[in-house]
């Protein structure tokens, strides 16, 4: 399975950006699809996951009610859309795939990974 990020950019504060995440290959390898973020000297954070069946993880307070992720399965697509973006969501974003998830904000449970896209938030 390879996946292939992109829409990552700069933008100002307050405003929004709309990432995705192709997945090709073996996609029948892969259940569910979620991201996470990542800037220098810090773990890999968990941002969203959503299920093949559409089922989101509950998202982490910091992106709470700014961002949403969907999916079309029909084009092995995940999407993010961020809006009123802060500057502290600067970072690198990788999608990230698994047949099988317990715990979507574990970075370990994933086996597949994109190369990231960068987002750069300025105030």
């Known amino acids: 399975v390879q996946l292939q990020a992109s829409g990552g950019g700069l933008v100002q504060a307050g405003g929004s950006l709309r990432l995705s995440c192709a997945a090709s290959g073996r996609t029948g390898n892969i259940s569910v699809m979620g991201w996470f973020r990542q800037t220098p000297g810090k773990e890999r954070e968990f941002v969203a996951a959503?299920?093949?069946?559409?089922?989101?993880?509950n998202y982490p307070d910091s992106v709470k009610g700014r961002f949403t992720v969907s999916r079309d399965n029909a084009e092995n697509t995940v999407n993010l859309q961020m809006s009123s973006l802060k500057a502290e969501d600067t970072a690198i974003y990788y999608c990230?795939?698994?047949?099988?998830?317990?715990?979507?904000?574990?970075?370990?449970?994933?086996?597949?990974w994109g190369q990231g896209t960068q987002v750069t938030v300025s105030s």
């Open positions: 990230a795939a698994n047949l099988w998830v317990r715990d979507f904000a574990d970075a370990r449970a994933y086996a597949y």
């Open positions: 959503i299920t093949r069946s559409g089922t989101t993880a």
